[in-house]
């Protein structure tokens, strides 16, 4: 079974095609990064316009790089084809939601509406699919920070989430301040390894109800205010490629405010195994890219003897094959949206 999957919840525009679920015949990811740096985050309504003018050129490329790599694919080898519903931006989901449908209308195919976060979660499978069951699935990105339990792939339990920020956009949001550049995440990880993540002891939230939670605003708070107190400065843009010219003080800065966002998914996940058989950890979105968290987290529960899985780098920021992946979990079971479903920018896994 070929599915095209469509990705334009927020910056990026992508399509990729997937045979059987696991063999990516081609992704392509066209980033609007560059329209947004001058405004450190992205701007909606820019977003929606990058789409609709990238969103055909994005799905011609995806053919032709499918096609390259061996035998001809063209539009009448698709099976069905699937798009992010929600959650994101209401005008970008608009742009492949309804390409997608009016594509899967015109070729009398099925379509599928899937949920982002679903496609994050279905990352872990298409680089390990025998990861074991049942699994607790950390999602965590620039919009998102959740916990789920996983008994099956396609039908996952919220167990936590963020209160306020998501790890990734703390991350964007220091890095703002520090003018950095956007997205924060990549930049903060290539200067941290030159500082000390122990410097600063920065506090970890504190939950009074039973429910327990993911909270990054405070820290965000506390590191802006240090570096006011403290007066780290932002950096010379062209230092930023030279760390032995920046600052001790804001190296440190940046390693121990990485260092205490780890703390906090590590502690996340670990209040998540209390009283949970889990066979798996796995951990996607564009955060887990970091190789800091892969390092201590692979390194924290292999000690419990519990594997952690990660989608490949390529796979972990925003991209369609991950969407395919978990339309083919429905599409597989003959499941398939009605042509009148609508994008839904909070949907909820
Ligand atoms: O999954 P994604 O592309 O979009 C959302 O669904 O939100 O994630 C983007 C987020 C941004 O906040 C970015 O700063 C963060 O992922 N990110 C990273 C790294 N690469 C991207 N955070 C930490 N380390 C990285 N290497
Ligand atoms: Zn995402």
Redesign the pocket.
């Known amino acids: 079974m070929l599915i095209l999957g469509i990705e334009s ?2 910056d ?1 525009t992508a399509a990729a095609l997937l045979e059987d679920g696991h063999t990516i015949l081609s992704s392509v990811v066209a980033s609007q990064i560059a329209v947004h740096i001058p405004y450190g985050g992205v701007v909606p309504e820019l977003a929606s316009r990058e789409h609709v003018d990238n969103i055909c050129m994005v799905v011609d490329a995806c053919f032709q790089e499918a096609s390259a790599k061996g035998r001809p694919v063209s539009w009448q080898n698709v099976d069905a084809i699937a798009a992010t519903r929600g959650p994101g931006l209401i005008g970008a989901l608009m742009v492949g939601l309804t390409y997608a449908k009016s594509a899967a209308f015109a070729l009398r195919i099925p379509f599928l509406a899937v949920n ?1 976060l679903q496609g ?1 979660i279905a990352s872990v499978f298409l680089e390990h699919p025998n990861a074991p069951l049942p699994a607790l699935s950390l999602v965590v ?4 920070t959740s916990l789920y339990s996983l008994l099956e792939p396609s039908h996952p339990q919220e167990l936590a989430r963020t209160t306020d920020d ?1 790890a ?2 703390a ?2 949001k220091l890095a703002k301040f520090l003018r950095l550049g956007y ?4 930049v ?2 290539r200067l941290a390894r030159h500082g000390d993540p122990k410097a600063i002891r920065f506090p970890l939230p504190k939950f009074t109800d039973q429910g327990f939670h993911f909270s990054f605003s405070g820290i965000k708070s506390s590191a802006v205010r240090h570096a006011q107190t403290h007066t780290v400065l932002p950096p010379d843009p062209g230092d930023l490629e030279q760390p032995e010219r920046l600052s001790a003080e804001l190296l440190n800065l940046l390693a121990s405010y990485q260092s205490r966002i780890i703390d906090q998914l590590l502690n996340g996940i670990e209040r998540g195994l209390s009283g949970r058989e889990v066979a798996s950890i796995h951990v996607s ?3 887990s ?3 800091e ?1 892969r390092r201590r987290a692979a390194e924290h529960f292999s000690s419990m003897g519990i594997p952690v899985y990660f989608p490949r780098p390529g796979l ?3 991209n369609a094959a991950m969407i395919a992946a978990a339309a083919y979990l429905r599409a597989k079971a003959g499941e398939s949206d009605p042509w009148d479903i609508s994008a839904d920018p909070n949907l909820r896994p």
Do not use: Q, R, Y
Request: hydrophobic share 15%; charged share 15%; proline share 7%.
């Open positions: 919840s927020c990026e982002h994050h990105s620039g919009g998102h998501a990734g956009e991350l964007d997205p924060g995440g990549p903060i990880e979105g564009g955060v890219c970091n190789n968290l972990t920021t925003d």
